[in-house]
T-cell receptor
Framework: NAGVTQTPKFQVLKTGQSMTLQCAQD?????MSWYRQDPGMGLRLIHY???????DQGEVPNGYNVSRSTTEDFPLRLLSAAPSQTSVYFC????????????FGPGTRLTVT | ELKVEQNPLFLSMQEEKNYTIYCNYS?????LYWYRQDPGKSLESLFV?????AVKQEGRLMASLDTKARLSTLHITAAVHDLSATYFC??????????FGTGTSLTVIP
């Protein structure tokens, strides 16, 4: 199992550009989430999904869109990048079982100039 | 506004010493998580605490949860250099709504 994978690892955007951060998991987990991590802060939840076709907003959803067309994939779209979106983005997944654990991807470091 | 506060934010401790990291949160929750993050890396799950009074131990780390006091602790026994990392607590509200603390950066010095 590859676990949770994210691409790209690094990305530099200009203000106003759009892009999609990719996240995939091969553990057949129903739940997937996107977080951002800023210096000196913990992770903040952007959006999450409880299954294919179902998404919901987290703590900081503005400026981001998500969709979940398959169990495996959960892309995060930045519609018009802003310098305030410079951050490290982590994707995570978990199953409905008793373990409750989240499994995190390696992260994408995004810089918006 | 839900708050998850950790203290201390920075901790420099000598090898073989004991110390405790505290995690206070401002809302009712029965699930509390601890994670470790090495510099430039992702998060690694350490403990999942599911009920009041839960205690879990792994090696030199022990975590506990007091839901009535809205407090979790991560106790480090006889620290070693390999434990140097940033430790985060996170509270889950409802299902899949996680709120993280700001982290405790731990440095273990010889």
């Amino acid at each position: 199992n590859a676990g949770v994978t994210q691409t790209p690892k690094f990305q530099v955007l200009k203000t106003g550009q759009s892009m999609t951060l990719q996240c995939a998991q091969d553990m057949n987990h129903e739940y997937m989430s996107w977080y951002r991590q800023d210096p000196g802060m913990g992770l903040r939840l952007i959006h999450y999904s409880v299954g294919a076709g179902i998404t919901d907003q987290g703590e900081v959803p503005n400026g981001y869109n998500v969709s979940r067309s398959t169990t495996e994939d959960f892309p995060l779209r930045l519609l018009s990048a802003a310098p305030s979106q410079t951050s490290v983005y982590f994707c995570a997944s978990r199953d409905e079982g008793a373990s409750y654990e989240q499994y995190f991807g390696p992260g994408t470091r995004l810089t918006v100039t | 506004e839900l708050k998850v506060e950790q203290n201390p934010l920075f901790l420099s401790m000598q090898e073989e010493k004991n110390y405790t990291i505290y995690c206070n949160y401002s809302t009712t929750s029965d699930r509390l998580y601890w994670y470790r993050q090495d510099p430039g890396k992702s998060l690694e799950s350490l403990f999942v605490l599911l009920s009041n009074g839960a205690v879990k131990q792994e090696g030199r780390l022990m975590a506990s949860l007091d839901t009535k006091a809205r407090l979790s602790t991560l106790h480090i026994t006889a620290a070693v250099h390999d434990l140097s990392a940033t430790y985060f607590c996170a509270v889950e509200v409802g299902w899949n709504q996680f709120y993280f603390g700001t982290g405790t950066s731990l440095t273990v010095i010889p």
